[in-house]
């Protein structure tokens, strides 16, 4: 047992200093303007689950060098996803749309951006760190609230013990609705040069409007090849081929 446990550590330690290694590597050939390389190693840290804002912010980039500007924006929005706050992420992302033909740009309005703005900024550890805290005095709270004591001591645990309640529940549901965002794919970018949407997942269907490398989309569906797209209450279908989806 003991060397199954001592296997399964120096397992693990294998794979986090291969992709720290990948990440090094990757920030070393775009030092060295090798971009395709870099590409390659960012990819394949990705491949192996390392995925932070900085990683995807650095392909980002390497994919603005090599003028691929889909798949630079999908990076950009990859890295949000993990930072909605990093300045240098939402600068390039800015200056990348604004390169797009369509210049078409998907904004989270209302209860989205607030919880963007107020709650995604920390990570869903946070949110869960607050939980264990919250249940935790919520508990002692409660210990206090039925051990005989002062009635002004009864109500005032009774009150704590409610409000660390209230923390939990929300807290809990912040962390949940963030592990939700980061693994979830709502948006598409096309990274063709044009792409048509159709008005049905067929190849010969209907041309419904076109749109550009880097326009942005929101999914609605799936079948077989195909993704179902909307864009300003227009709705159609792409080829998964023409997109990437985050």
């Known amino acids: 047992m003991k060397q199954l446990i001592t296997l399964f550590i120096f397992s693990i330690s294998l794979i986090g200093f291969s992709q720290s290694t990948l990440l090094e590597s990757g920030n070393e050939a775009y030092e060295n303007k090798a971009y395709e390389k870099a590409i390659q190693n960012y990819l394949e840290a990705i491949g192996n689950d390392l995925k932070s804002s900085e990683l995807y912010y650095n392909l980002g980039n390497a994919y603005f060098k090599t003028n691929e500007i889909g798949e630079a924006i999908w990076a950009y929005q990859n890295a949000l996803k993990i930072d909605p706050t990093n300045e240098d992420v939402m600068y390039n992302l800015d200056f990348a749309n604004n390169l797009t033909a369509d210049k078409l740009v998907i904004e989270t309005k209302g ?49 704590s013990g409610t409000l660390f309640g209230l923390f939990l529940i929300l807290s809990f549901t912040f962390a949940t609705m963030h592990k939700m965002r980061l693994t979830n794919t709502t948006k598409a970018v096309i990274i063709n040069a044009n792409s048509k949407i159709l008005t049905s997942p067929l190849e010969d269907a209907t041309v419904s409007f076109e749109l550009h490398e880097g326009a942005q989309l929101t999914l609605k569906s799936t079948q077989d090849d195909w993704y179902e797209v909307s864009l300003n209450n227009n709705t159609g279908w792409i080829n998964k081929s023409e997109v990437w989806i985050y």
């Open 111 to 159: 209860i989205g951006s607030w919880l963007t703005k107020n709650v995604f900024q920390f990570s869903p550890n946070f949110w869960y760190y607050i939980s264990l805290i919250s249940a935790v005095a919520m508990v002692i709270s409660l210990f206090l609230f039925f051990t005989p004591s002062s009635n002004l001591t009864n109500n005032l645990s009774l009150l």
